[in-house]
């Protein structure tokens, strides 16, 4: 379980998170959502104990995420960073071991065969037969999912995602949630992803917390906070919500704002252009 405390970080004296609480149980699937510079990622980083608050608490299992070391926090939290890891000499499959780092002992060695866990994160990622591959030699997309089977290796209890689908095509967009949501489901891991896309985050998230201006707009299920009056009211974005219609999540369709101009300059356009 996470329990947040009146969280506050400032930053050259300018709050960008002022005073937040609330909690999250384990084994969820949490999205954060909120418009650029709402202060999601340094949220993330304070929920992964990397950074500290100003004052606050995030408390992981009931101790303080101040106060774990770096390689024991590494045992059960694992994080995915936006724009996934920077290429290397490595190759695939050695950076995938890699997660296996905080359960190595001084030498380097673990005290189990763990070559089925690697080629499990390895095959769940579609990385099979680009294993031997350099990491510099991937695109970006690739690199992602790289990234994804390394922290799969790790086999977490928590989960942190900064916009994980950044680079990825729709295809992969959508295998990615599916395999951390079959993934949250089978081991009970807890998962908290920053998303942009709204459609998606309703998708996969049992529930949303909302961030506006350094504080929580509203936490709550999908069905809630996909509604246009808190969309405009935290994005300035006009939308229509409908329900899709095989799952009957609540989708967003946006509005743009003046669609009709558009059309008719350009029919104004082809006509004197006879
Ligand atoms: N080291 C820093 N120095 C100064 N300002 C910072 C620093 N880190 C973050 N900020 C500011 O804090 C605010 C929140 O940043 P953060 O990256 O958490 O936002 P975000 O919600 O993740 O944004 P985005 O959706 O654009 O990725 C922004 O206004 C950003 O400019």
Redesign the pocket.
């Known amino acids: 379980m996470i329990d947040v405390q009146k969280l506050v ?1 400032m ?2 004296g ?1 709050p ?2 002022n005073e937040l609480s609330f909690t999250m149980d384990a084994g969820s699937m949490y999205g ?1 959502i ?12 304070l929920l992964s104990g990397v950074d500290k608050p100003t004052s606050g608490k995030v408390l992981l299992e009931g101790r303080d995420a101040a106060h774990y070391g770096r390689k024991e926090l590494a045992k059960w939290v694992a994080v995915l960073q ?1 724009g996934g890891l920077a290429p290397a000499g490595f190759t695939v499959r050695e950076v995938v071991a890699m997660g296996r780092y905080p359960f190595q002992n001084w030498m380097g060695e673990e005290k189990e065969d763990v070559t089925p866990l690697i080629d499990e994160a390895l095959e769940a990622m579609g990385l099979t037969g680009l294993q031997e591959r350099r990491m510099d030699q991937l695109s970006g997309g690739e690199r992602q999912r790289a990234a994804l089977a390394k922290v799969m290796a790790q086999d977490p209890s928590l989960l942190l995602l ?2 994980p689908t950044t680079f990825l095509d729709i295809g992969y967009q959508v295998q990615l949630l599916d395999i951390v949501k079959s993934w949250q489901r089978n081991r009970r891991m807890t998962v908290i992803a ?1 998303l ?1 896309d709204l459609n998606l985050a309703a998708h996969y998230c049992d529930k949303l917390l909302v ?1 506006h201006n ?1 504080k929580i707009e509203a936490f709550e299920a999908p069905a809630v906070i996909m509604e246009p009056d808190l969309i405009e009211r935290v994005f300035g974005a006009k939308a229509i919500v409908l329900p899709h219609p095989q799952t009957g999540v609540p989708q967003l369709l946006l509005q743009p704002s003046q669609p009709s101009s558009q059309w008719e300059h350009l029919r104004i356009e082809r006509k004197r252009k006879g």
């Open positions: 970080t930053i050259h300018k960008i998170l954060i909120g418009p650029n510079g709402a202060g999601k990622s340094t949220l993330l980083h936006q900064d916009e920053v942009h961030l350094g």
